[in-house]
């Protein structure tokens, strides 16, 4: 069982930086892929950044490539997104997952495939 409590979120203006960082409980933190997700009022989740146990390969959709990156302290059992440059469509309640996996090397896109969710936090972007 994995626990996660995301924190960091908060109301900023168009092409500030935020940092999100989400606190992990349980054991075999690195057993488990991490993703980022994000979902806006009316939309569906959509994942903004995802993330293999070992940390060595993530996943960006086009629409946040080169302005977001997650990272990962399997020491201190805390994923991290860093947001950067950001615009008004990025507004949405931010939630990280965690997925049990058998390789450290593979990470998922797809919110159908994480096991445990955080509660979410509120991104909002002012332009």
């Known amino acids: 069982q994995v626990q996660l409590v995301e924190s960091g979120g908060g109301l900023v203006h168009s092409g500030a930086s935020l940092r999100l960082s989400c606190a992990a409980s349980g054991r075999t933190f690195s057993t488990y892929a991490l993703g980022w997700f994000r979902q806006a009022p009316g939309k569906e989740r959509e994942c903004v950044a995802a993330?293999?146990?070992?940390?060595?390969?993530?996943y960006y959709p086009d629409s946040v490539k080169g302005r977001f990156t997650i990272s990962r302290d399997n020491a201190k059992y805390t994923v991290y997104l860093q947001m950067n440059s950001v615009k008004p469509e990025d507004t949405a309640v931010y939630y990280c997952a965690a997925a049990r996996v058998l390789s450290s090397s593979i990470y998922f896109d797809r919110p159908g495939l994480y096991n445990y969710w955080g509660q979410g936090t509120q991104v909002t972007v002012s332009s």
């Open positions: 993330i293999s146990g070992n940390g060595g390969r993530a």
